[in-house]
T-cell receptor, first 112, second 117 residues
Framework: DQQVKQNSPSLSVQEGRISILNCDYTNSMFDYFLWYKKYPAEGPTFLISISSIKDKNEDGRFTVFLNKSAKHLSLHIVPSQPGDSAVYFCAASASGTYKYIFGTGTRLKVLA | DTEVTQTPKHLVMGMTNKKSLKCEQHMGHRAMYWYKQKAKKPPELMFVYSYEKLSINESVPSRFSPECPNSSLLNLHLHALQPEDSALYLC????????????????FGSGTRLTVV
């Protein structure tokens, strides 16, 4: 049973436009969420996090939105740049555990 | 130093070999992790060490044996692996749990690509 789902395996966006990556989860105990970016042959790189007491967190071009009632989070990248082309994973954790569950990833391609 | 360093980057081993993967961090993180990632799949947690003690073992077969000699080092000893164990093995570290709502993020190493022949 996949507790964290990224239903879009791939996404293409023009440079300068907004990229929106989506993530759904099923476990209501999850209260901390992370987004990671992964380039080929490298480990995942932390991008941005959000806890369940917030519904939005912003860091430069990256904004994460959390809708707890819908069990849905999204990552917005504005403006998108070619260097953003990578696989993006969301991950979720429940308080008091060290355990993060990763989604299956979305491959973002930003076209110049 | 804000990195997690994993060695070797690539490893090919036979099914009767014994080898070890190494992971090192000098960020003062007190939690360290081993993940396994197969192609086109998300990382899957194997082990968690908290303050050098094993706190989570995700029912990993005994042919994988973790070791945390000190707060900066994490090893994964491999013995009698199977070809299906071929994968990217990722080490990660994070600050120990506190009461802060903020940053629980991990820092990942680049991984060891393991091929079992």
């Amino acid at each position: 049973d996949q507790q964290v789902k990224q239903n879009s395996p791939s996404l293409s966006v023009q440079e300068g436009r907004i990229s929106i990556l989506n993530c759904d989860y099923t476990n209501s105990m999850f209260d901390y969420f992370l987004w990671y970016k992964k380039y080929p042959a490298e480990g995942p790189t932390f991008l941005i996090s959000i806890s369940s007491i917030k519904d939005k967190n912003e860091d430069g071009r990256f904004t994460v939105f959390l809708n707890k009632s819908a069990k849905h989070l999204s990552l917005h990248i504005v403006p998108s740049q070619p260097g953003d082309s990578a696989v993006y994973f969301c991950a979720a954790s429940a308080s008091g555990t060290y355990k993060y569950i990763f989604g299956t990833g979305t491959r973002l391609k930003v076209l110049a | 130093d804000t990195e997690v360093t994993q060695t070797p980057k690539h490893l090919v081993m036979g099914m009767t070999n014994k080898k070890s993967l190494k992971c090192e961090q000098h960020m003062g993180h007190r939690a360290m992790y081993w993940y396994k990632q197969k192609a086109k799949k998300p990382p899957e947690l194997m082990f968690v060490y908290s303050y050098e003690k094993l706190s989570i073992n995700e029912s990993v077969p005994s042919r994988f044996s973790p070791e945390c000699p000190n707060s900066s080092l994490l090893n994964l000893h491999l013995h009698a692996l199977q070809p299906e164990d071929s994968a990217l093995y990722l080490c990660a570290s994070s600050q120990a749990h506190g009461t802060s709502e903020e940053y629980y993020g991990y820092t990942f190493g680049s991984g060891t690509r393991l091929t079992v022949v």
